[in-house]
């Protein structure tokens, strides 16, 4: 069943995609552009975000519960960005730059705490 309302189409599928996008939405508090001041390059970010997609995608997860394309603004600019969640952030972690200090760091520091 279809509800056309103003020339728009809506179906209950699309309210139920809209509501898991909101859903997933409101679980990330992470913004990969966040990373460019702790020493990331936006070429090291997007690489990582990339090859962490690839991960969840890879191991048959949903890439939207943990991802999310967005507009962000800094220094009067508009550049595009990824609304992360907390997996989301430690898989671009994972997988940035370990030339960066805070990136070997953190690395270090989960697998301490993992094999503990």
Known sequence: MEISIYKN????????????????????????????SKGLTPNQISDAVLNAMKAVSSSGNDVREHFMLVFSQRNNEMFKDC????????????????EVSLVGKWQIKVLEKFLD
Do not use: Q, R
Request: aromatic fraction near 16%; hydrophobic fraction near 45%.
């Open 9 to 36: 189409t809506f179906s209950p599928t699309d309210a139920i995609e809209n509501f898991l996008d909101f859903y997933y939405s409101s679980k990330m508090c992470y913004l990969a552009g966040d990373l460019l």
């Open 83 to 98: 609304k992360l969640s907390k997996m989301g952030y430690a898989l671009v972690l994972l997988n940035a730059d370990v």
